[in-house]
């Protein structure tokens, strides 16, 4: 069974920068695109950034595309997003999951909250 684990959330000001790690489980990890995806409160959940498996190819979501970096280490089964110049709408919980049409069941997320 595949496992998500997200951290590195946390509070921040307006300007600063966080990073988030997701550790997978249960899987060849290097085998599988990977995504960011964020959610506030009664909002669907949105792309942020995916990564392809051997991590050379990545894209971003307009709203982030300048400010955040995605990265894996695949030896690690982590993947990261590096976010700065954050903005306080960029205040959400994010969560990691592979970036294709049928995903791994969520894990619980991490919530960063941008204050301004």
């Known amino acids: 069974q595949v496992r998500l684990v997200e951290s590195g959330g946390g509070l921040v000001q307006a300007g600063g920068s966080l990073r988030l790690s997701c550790v997978a489980s249960?899987?060849?990890?290097?085998?599988?695109?990977m995504a960011w995806f964020r959610q506030t409160p009664g909002k669907e959940r949105e792309f942020v950034s995916r990564i392809s498996g051997s991590g050379g190819i990545s894209g971003y979501s307009d709203s982030v595309k300048g400010r955040f970096t995605i990265s894996r280490d695949n030896a690690k089964n982590t993947v990261y997003l590096q976010m700065n110049s954050l903005k306080p709408d960029d205040t959400a919980v994010y969560y990691c999951?592979?970036?294709?049409?049928?995903?791994?069941?969520w894990g619980r997320g991490t919530q960063v909250t941008v204050s301004s």
């Open positions: 999951n592979r970036n294709a049409k049928i995903q791994f069941t």
């Open positions: 249960g899987l060849t990890f290097r085998s599988y695109a």
